[in-house]
């Protein structure tokens, strides 16, 4: 019955994690997958987090299903969240509380391929992996558009601007707010205003893909990007995660959210967005979104929360610039100031998959064979060793 089943090669990502677990040294160090340790090397539980889950009536609620939309509460907090004082009335705002981020690209995607026939995405090159299986699991045809430039370890600003320029009115142009995975680099302000005009212009529909908001400069400026096209009336579809803010990665919290300029249309996207969530999984999980909405909407809990998203991106932030003390120590011939301009988890080294395999198999540091390091994996106890480790690799 099977039999034309093909093996299947699993994740990169993944599948260096498994690698990573079975491997039995004691000083081995895990910078391959996108999940934020602490100091001592441990995934938290954010204080806020855990505030709400010893809450009485937090244990003793019933597990009820949610509505296909989401929990209510929840999905008011994160639009509030997202759109600050931008936000947007219900006539033009369609959101919807997803399984993760994932979730969100997945429903999206979804969506889109029921009602434009032969939908093309542009994603940025390099992107998350996942950003083309989803899509192209969805029916699209993936393309990408320039991003990284790999001489300058910055932004192919010039390349990337004239792209978008030359594509049809229409096209799906998938976007990181901030954070940009794997490479770090974002376009600055000036550089947002420009891709957004053209963005409008053409016609163009952005997807904006939000996994590390307050993970770059803040929680306000990080979603800067999404909020300007509000300001301009730009159509668009945002997908947001709270694995990673929350650190809630098992809960799959996350939200969708489609901009609707025109009024009159955000009910029947909203309409559309439940029946393709019904037809996958009916309903999301409750509670994850449970502990969010609580935190979101208490003033206290919130303020909390937002001081350990801030402590989490100083904490990151710290960790690269003693990796980058530590590289300029051991290597002073080469230049890593641009590890300093990436923001967020990642770390895009210029390493090449030979020196990445290197550092795994000689030195137990797992990183991505595109040279892509987690730098929230680096804690005052590892980071001497991966700097050594990478000097010898480089050299
Ligand atoms: N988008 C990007 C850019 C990501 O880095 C990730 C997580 N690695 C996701 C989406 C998926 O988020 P989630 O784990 O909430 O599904």
Same mark, same amino acid.
């Given at each position: 019955?099977?039999?034309?089943?093909?093996?299947?090669?699993?994740?990169?990502?993944?599948?260096?994690?498994?690698?990573?677990?079975?491997?039995?040294?004691?000083?081995?160090?895990?910078?391959?997958?996108?999940?934020?340790?602490?100091?001592?090397?441990?995934?938290?539980?954010?204080?806020?987090?855990?505030?709400?889950?010893?809450?009485?009536?937090?244990?003793?609620?019933?597990?009820?299903?949610?509505?296909?939309?989401?929990?209510?509460?929840?999905?008011?907090?994160?639009?509030?969240?997202?759109?600050?004082?931008?936000?947007?009335?219900?006539?033009?705002?369609?959101?919807?509380?997803?399984?993760?981020?994932?979730?969100?690209?997945?429903?999206?995607?979804?969506?889109?391929?029921?009602?434009?026939?032969?939908?093309?995405?542009?994603?940025?090159?390099?992107?998350?992996?996942?950003?083309?299986?989803?899509?192209?699991?969805?029916?699209?045809?993936?393309?990408?558009?320039?991003?990284?430039?790999?001489?300058?370890?910055?932004?192919?600003?010039?390349?990337?601007? !004239? &792209?978008?320029? #030359? @594509?049809?009115?229409?096209? /799906?142009?998938? %976007?990181?707010?901030? *954070?940009?995975?794997?490479?770090?680099?974002?376009?600055?302000?000036?550089?947002?205003?420009?891709?957004?005009?053209?963005?409008?212009?053409?016609?163009?529909?952005?997807?904006?893909?939000?996994?590390?908001?307050?993970?770059?400069?803040?929680?306000?400026?990080?979603?800067?990007?999404?909020?300007?096209?509000?300001?301009?009336?730009?159509?668009?579809?945002?997908?947001?995660?709270? !694995? &990673?803010?929350? #650190? @809630?990665?098992?809960?799959? /919290?996350?939200? %969708?959210?489609?901009? *609707?300029?025109?009024?009159?249309?955000?009910?029947?996207?909203?309409?559309?967005?439940?029946?393709?969530?019904?037809?996958?999984?009916?309903?999301?999980?409750?509670?994850?979104?449970?502990?969010?909405?609580?935190?979101?909407?208490?003033?206290?809990?919130?303020?909390?929360?937002?001081?350990?998203?801030?402590?989490?991106?100083?904490?990151?932030?710290?960790?690269?610039?003693?990796?980058?003390?530590?590289?300029?120590?051991?290597?002073?011939?080469?230049?890593?100031?641009?590890?300093?301009?990436?923001?967020?988890?990642?770390?895009?080294?210029?390493?090449?998959?030979?020196?990445?395999?290197?550092?795994?198999?000689?030195?137990?540091?797992?990183?991505?064979?595109?040279?892509?390091?987690?730098?929230?994996?680096?804690?005052?106890?590892?980071?001497?060793?991966?700097?050594?480790?990478?000097?010898?690799?480089?050299?």
């Amino acid at each position: 019955m099977f039999a034309h089943l093909p093996p299947y090669a699993g994740d990169p990502i993944l599948s260096l994690m498994e690698s990573y677990q079975r491997d039995a040294r004691a000083d081995k160090v895990n910078l391959g997958i996108g999940v934020y340790a602490d100091g001592a090397g441990v995934i938290p539980v954010l204080p806020s987090v855990r505030a709400v889950e010893v809450e009485d009536h937090f244990n003793s609620a019933p597990c009820t299903y949610l509505p296909m939309e989401g929990h209510t509460g929840y999905r008011q907090a994160v639009a509030q969240l997202l759109f600050g004082p931008e936000l947007p009335d219900q006539n033009h705002l369609a959101i919807i509380q997803t399984l993760g981020g994932s979730g969100a690209l997945k429903v999206g995607a979804d969506l889109i391929a029921r009602f434009f026939p032969q939908p093309q995405i542009w994603v940025p090159d390099p992107t998350w992996d996942n950003h083309i299986g989803i899509f192209e699991g969805a029916g699209f045809g993936v393309q990408r558009y320039p991003y990284y430039d790999a001489d300058k370890k910055g932004l192919a600003f010039d390349a990337l601007l !004239s &792209k978008l320029e #030359s @594509l049809e009115a229409g096209s /799906v142009v998938l %976007l990181h707010p901030c *954070c940009h995975n794997p490479t770090g680099i974002d376009p600055d302000r000036g550089q947002w205003t420009q891709i957004i005009e053209v963005l409008e212009r053409r016609a163009l529909l952005p997807f904006f893909d939000l996994a590390y908001q307050g993970f770059a400069a803040s929680l306000e400026q990080d979603v800067w990007p999404v909020r300007e096209c509000v300001r301009r009336g730009i159509a668009f579809f945002l997908s947001n995660s709270f !694995s &990673k803010i929350f #650190s @809630l990665y098992g809960e799959r /919290v996350g939200a %969708l959210s489609v901009f *609707c300029p025109q009024d009159g249309q955000a009910n029947n996207v909203l309409g559309q967005l439940k029946l393709t969530v019904r037809r996958n999984y009916s309903s999301p999980p409750l509670h994850g979104a449970l502990i969010v909405a609580r935190v979101l909407s208490d003033a206290h809990l919130r303020q909390q929360w937002e001081g350990e998203v801030n402590q989490m991106r100083e904490r990151v932030h710290g960790m690269r610039e003693r990796l980058h003390a530590g590289l300029a120590k051991v290597l002073p011939e080469y230049n890593f100031g641009f590890l300093l301009r990436q923001n967020g988890m990642f770390g895009y080294t210029g390493l090449s998959a030979a020196q990445v395999e290197r550092l795994r198999e000689q030195h137990g540091v797992y990183a991505v064979s595109s040279g892509r390091i987690c730098v929230a994996g680096l804690n005052p106890g590892n980071v001497d060793k991966v700097c050594l480790a990478m000097a010898e690799v480089i050299r």
